[in-house]
């Protein structure tokens, strides 16, 4: 079998460390925070602010990684079975690298916004409504992060290619 083009490529591996960092920090946030969290968590609101969801830390960790690791996963199969140096395949895996570091750092974000009004907490139905300043700031960072993401996408052998 042939080299693959993300063979050598220090890109691909800060595909792969970037979001490994976020998440590694995510969770050891989480793991230090759980004793100041209430044993059920509030993971929805209603729209005059009051706490109409709650699960376990457990069931909140597991709802955390899952998407993420979706959103990673799908852009190392695009990366891998890529077939073709068209400009077109280039900016689709572009996209879904972006998507991947996107949406990592989106939810990460949420994830310990949300959960740092709610340490000290007694029960969940005492945690305050996430106020719009918190999505905004949690998308705003996603979005850079986004961008660096289709900025520093594994090239091809065509991109590098006189």
């Known amino acids: 079998m042939g080299e693959m083009w993300q063979d050598n490529n220090p890109r691909w591996k800060a595909y792969l460390g970037f979001p490994a960092l976020v998440v590694a920090a995510t969770m050891v946030t989480i793991l230090?925070?759980?004793?100041?969290?209430?044993?059920?968590?509030a993971t929805q609101w209603s729209a005059d602010g009051q706490v109409t969801s709650q699960s376990s830390p457990t069931v909140m960790l597991i709802t955390y990684l899952l998407p993420i690791f979706v959103a990673l996963f799908?852009?190392?199969v695009i990366?891998?079975?890529?077939t073709g140096d068209s400009s077109l395949a280039?900016?689709?895996i572009r996209?879904?690298?972006?998507?991947?570091?996107?949406?990592t750092v989106?939810?990460?974000?949420?994830?310990?916004?949300?959960l740092s009004g709610q340490r000290g907490a007694q029960a969940a139905f005492d945690a305050p409504a996430p106020s719009w300043s918190v999505i905004v700031i949690a998308f705003a960072a996603a979005l850079v992060s986004g961008v660096a993401g289709a900025t520093l996408a594994p090239v091809t052998k065509s991109e590098t290619r006189p």
């Open 106 to 114: 989106l939810i990460s974000a949420l994830v310990l916004l949300l």
């Open 90 to 92: 280039q900016w689709g």
């Open 79 to 82: 990366g891998h079975y890529q």
């Open 95 to 103: 996209l879904a690298y972006a998507l991947g570091w996107f949406v």
């Open 74 to 76: 799908i852009p190392l």
């Open 32 to 41: 230090m925070w759980l004793p100041d969290l209430p044993n059920q968590i």
